[in-house]
């Protein structure tokens, strides 16, 4: 039995519910990280360098592992490994909380990362499943406001928890929500059906599509700190160019692939691919960028850094119901098209930051872009699930999720790029990370420049997503409605 035939009525709602709720404990979970990062250096002891792989060695195994993920779903059934999100990423947690040293600290958030990618990657395909073509856009609308809720939430909760309890319950706290949300799940969300009577994974195809990842996103990271040019760079890129190029070979014969390559025959499922990559190079780094400017031009406090960007996420807890709404109504391709076209010109905005505190050269763009983001997203992802072969819902969300978190990946690279061009390696992630919040008149000049610059790029990085989301606009014009493609 599929899914959507066991989650009709008020049962549809509470599956969304716990699909939600696991999307805000990943994004929560992130955002107090971050704010913890400097107590957890003092308190380990540790270095700059072993706090971001914190944060990157998180990202490189979720991101690794959405597609895997995705595609076993599609065989087996989603709702044990979904399941099963919550329960590792309690038990990283956990240990995260516990954790001796620094290094040991990375390994259990790369446990952490195993169930974020479950959470991630099976969310969208259950609520597809669950609701009526009708409606899901705005079931997806809903869905999305967890990413924004996290966003506020978690930077609040981690400065209160590091504050009254320390830096260790910021882990902690995570664990009881995850199994409690992992009890409730069993009981609420239907069973899906095994799709395959003996598991058939495409090991080779799992190895060389991990190691090419891998390697980029590993290239993303230390980049700027080996050299782009040096010989490891370059090394680790033909590995990456020869193992991509296998892969697709192999996926092109194998009988089970781990990725069905005719999905991109499906004209705006490819677009959405191109969409979602360039415009989350654009969007992603707008925190770390404004960062930057106000603790490191304008030498703001981390607090008075994070109120200033609460309009970046709270305008979305209105704009995602809307476009999601608004997408069940006339279409996936002008909300998609509208909302990257105002993220564009909130970027473009934002690359004319003046050189003196002004709440308004700031707000007002976040707010725009966070209405944009609401419009552009909830469309975006449920048009993929609608034009995805059933069969094939878990593979074409991991890919999606996927080609999302390279976009972040390269957003951040790109940002720091740029703050380099202005400050040292180890002073740039200083001031984002809070640990100093002024540089010489001189240099802040210059890395104000360099925000202002980074911005103006991130505005090309939108106009090729509006170019990439060509074909949806004129699918919908033609009158072809995104329907199950069957492949």
């Known amino acids: 039995m599929m899914l959507a035939k066991s989650a009709s009525g008020r049962w549809k709602w509470s599956v969304l519910g716990v699909t939600t709720f696991g999307s805000f404990i990943a994004n929560a979970d992130a955002t107090i990280v971050v704010v913890a990062l400097p107590a957890i250096l003092t308190g380990l002891h540790s270095n700059i360098a072993t706090m971001l792989w914190t944060l990157t060695g998180y990202m490189l195994v979720s991101t690794v592992l959405l597609l895997p993920l995705g595609r076993l779903s599609d065989l087996v059934g989603r709702k044990t490994l979904f399941l099963s999100g919550f329960l590792v990423f309690a038990l990283g947690s956990a240990l995260c909380g516990a954790t001796p040293s620094g290094p040991d600290l990375i390994a259990f958030r790369c446990l952490q990362g195993l169930g974020g990618a479950a959470l991630s990657a099976l969310g969208t395909p259950i609520i597809t499943e669950a609701f009526p073509s009708s409606e899901l856009g705005f079931a997806l ?135 979602v990559t360039f415009a989350s190079i654009g969007f992603f780094a707008t925190t770390f960028l404004l960062t930057f400017y106000l603790q490191g031009g304008l030498a703001q406090s981390p607090l008075a850094t994070g109120l200033l960007l609460v309009p970046l996420s709270a305008p979305q807890l209105l704009s995602s119901p809307m476009g999601g709404r608004l997408a069940d109504r006339i279409g996936s391709a002008w909300p998609i098209w509208g909302g990257v076209a105002g993220l564009g010109i909130g970027a473009l905005w934002l690359s004319q930051l003046p050189d003196r505190l002004s709440v308004w050269a700031i707000a007002l763009p976040l707010a725009l872009m966070a209405v944009a983001n609401g419009f552009y997203w909830p469309p975006l992802s449920s048009l993929v699930m609608k034009v995805s072969p059933r069969e094939r819902l878990g593979m074409a969300s991991g890919l999606f999720y996927t080609f999302r978190n390279i976009g972040f990946s390269l957003s951040l690279t790109l940002a720091l790029v740029f703050a380099e061009t202005s400050l040292p390696a180890a002073q740039a992630v200083g001031v984002f990370l809070g640990l100093h919040t002024g540089t010489s008149r001189l240099m802040a000049d210059a890395l104000m420049h360099a925000v202002r610059t980074a911005f103006l790029w991130f505005t090309l990085a939108f106009g090729i997503a509006l170019a990439a989301g060509i074909p949806i606009l004129i699918a919908q014009r033609d009158g072809r409605r995104p329907h199950p493609v069957q492949l």
Not at 183 to 188: M, T
Not at 220 to 239: H, K, N, Y
């Open 141 to 275: 609308g809903i869905n999305s406001l967890a990413w924004v809720l996290g966003s506020l939430v978690g930077p609040v909760a981690g400065g209160i928890l590091v504050a009254t309890l320390g830096w260790r319950s910021v882990f902690y706290v995570t664990v009881p929500f995850s199994i409690l949300a992992a009890i409730l799940g069993w009981f609420v969300l239907p069973r899906s059906a095994r799709r395959v009577a003996k598991l058939q994974m495409d090991v080779s195809g799992l190895f060389l599509f991990t190691t090419a990842l891998t390697l980029v996103l590993v290239i993303f990271t230390e980049g700027l700190a080996w050299g782009w040019l040096s010989p490891r760079i370059l090394t680790l890129a033909l590995v990456a160019l020869a193992s991509a190029a296998l892969f697709v070979r192999r996926e092109l014969t194998t009988k089970e692939p781990l990725f069905d390559l005719r999905l991109f025959g499906i004209k705006a499922f490819g677009a959405a691919q191109g969409v």
